[in-house]
């Protein structure tokens, strides 16, 4: 993810918009977003590494809206992308699995620091 991306107040204003401009509310849907993208990025890994196609099916249309939350097209079609290969996951690349786990990584330092931002001004 650049730099510019990063620091577009877009995503920003629109993850606050969905908190419904509530602070604590924010917090909370930054926390969901920590404990849930993280996981799913680990299930999706192992259900590539083992043909679970169910598995990966369900992690990767999740991990999707996950990131329609906050990023632009180009990085919910990660997602996207392996999910319509779920059925196939030899077709998978390790390239795809590793671009997404970078792509959900750094969304989650922006998340986090937009939740710290958010808790230092409510303190």
Not at 35 to 52: H, I, T, W
Request: aromatic fraction near 4%; glycine fraction near 4%.
């Amino acid at each position: 993810m650049d730099d510019q991306r990063r620091g577009d107040p877009s995503w920003r204003d629109q993850l606050s918009r969905n908190a419904g401009n509530q602070p604590d509310t924010l917090v909370s849907l930054c926390d969901a977003f920590l404990q849930e993208v993280p996981m799913l990025v680990r299930n999706l890994e192992q259900a590539v590494a083992s043909g679970n196609t169910k598995s990966l099916r369900i992690a990767a249309h999740t991990l999707k809206s996950c990131l329609r939350y906050i990023a632009p097209d180009e990085d919910v079609a990660l997602a996207a992308t392996i999910e319509a290969n779920a059925d196939s996951p030899e077709s998978i690349t390790a390239n795809q699995v590793d671009q997404l786990r970078r792509t959900a990584s750094e969304w989650c330092e922006c998340v986090e620091l937009l939740r710290q931002e958010t808790v230092d001004g409510n303190a």
